[in-house]
């Protein structure tokens, strides 16, 4: 059974700072991996995709990688802001064509001090 | 594009009471899933539909049943309430090759 862990839980740094975000998984057979972010008492916001053939994706300030051969996926985050406040979820999808839904990591609380 | 919807938004039960929660999607999509997120426990997945006419269950599918009505809908229903389904409910969707789309989720007390 597959199974996502994100270090660390929580984070607290102050502003400006650059930062990752770490996930691994068990089972390196993924279709593709997806970051998101929750803020309080909100629905998911999808950051980014990767698909399993590809390394890196990009999107303004928010870069993540993925080595499936180690089962492992980062988020970097540039020059933090308090608007990035929230909690960051990673979640894959296995190789059964994917419809059989994601396997969510618990996530990273991260906390941008003003 | 209004993505993916859900009904209600907030809802009280009584144990033993029943509901439906409603979802549908505007993007055509083939696949639809109901998730679960608790404290602690994280999102995990309930039941889901890859295709029109096609349902399967996932990690925790006990005390629900679930429709596809069509394409664009899936709803989930809790035929007898019971405390330990307090919690959050969201629908997503997906399509080959593409990012899950969730809604906005359900927030579900049961007393």
């Known amino acids: 059974k597959q199974e996502v862990t994100q270090i660390p839980a929580a984070l607290s740094v102050p502003e400006g700072e650059n930062l990752v975000l770490n996930c691994s998984f068990t089972?390196?057979?993924?279709?593709?991996l997806q970051w998101f972010r929750q803020d309080p008492g909100k629905g998911l916001t999808s950051l980014l995709l990767?698909?399993?053939?590809?390394r890196e994706q990009t999107s303004g300030r928010l870069n993540a990688s993925l080595d499936k051969s180690s089962g492992r996926s980062t988020l970097y985050i540039a020059a933090s802001q308090p608007g990035d406040s929230a909690t960051y979820l990673c979640?894959?999808?296995?190789?059964?064509?994917?419809?059989?839904?994601?396997?969510f990591g618990k996530g990273t609380h991260l906390i941008i001090q003003p | 594009n209004a993505g993916v919807t859900q009904t209600p938004k907030f809802q009280v039960l009584k144990t033993g009471q029943s509901m439906t929660l409603q979802c549908a999607q505007d993007?055509?999509?083939?696949?639809m899933y109901w998730y679960r997120q608790d404290p602690g426990m994280g999102l995990r997945l309930i039941y889901y539909?890859?295709?029109?006419?096609?349902?399967d269950k996932g990690e925790v599918p006990n005390g629900y049943n679930v429709s596809r009505l069509n394409k664009r809908e899936f709803s989930l229903r809790l035929e007898s309430a019971a405390p330990s389904q307090t919690s959050v409910y969201f629908c997503a969707s997906w399509v080959y090759y593409n990012e899950q789309f969730f809604g906005p989720g359900t927030r579900l007390t049961v007393l």
């Open positions: 089972d390196s057979a993924i279709y593709n």
């Open positions: 993007m055509n999509h083939n696949s």
């Open positions: 539909s890859a295709s029109e006419g096609t349902t």
């Open positions: 979640a894959v999808i296995g190789t059964g064509g994917g419809a059989d839904g994601l396997t």
């Open positions: 990767i698909q399993s053939s590809q």
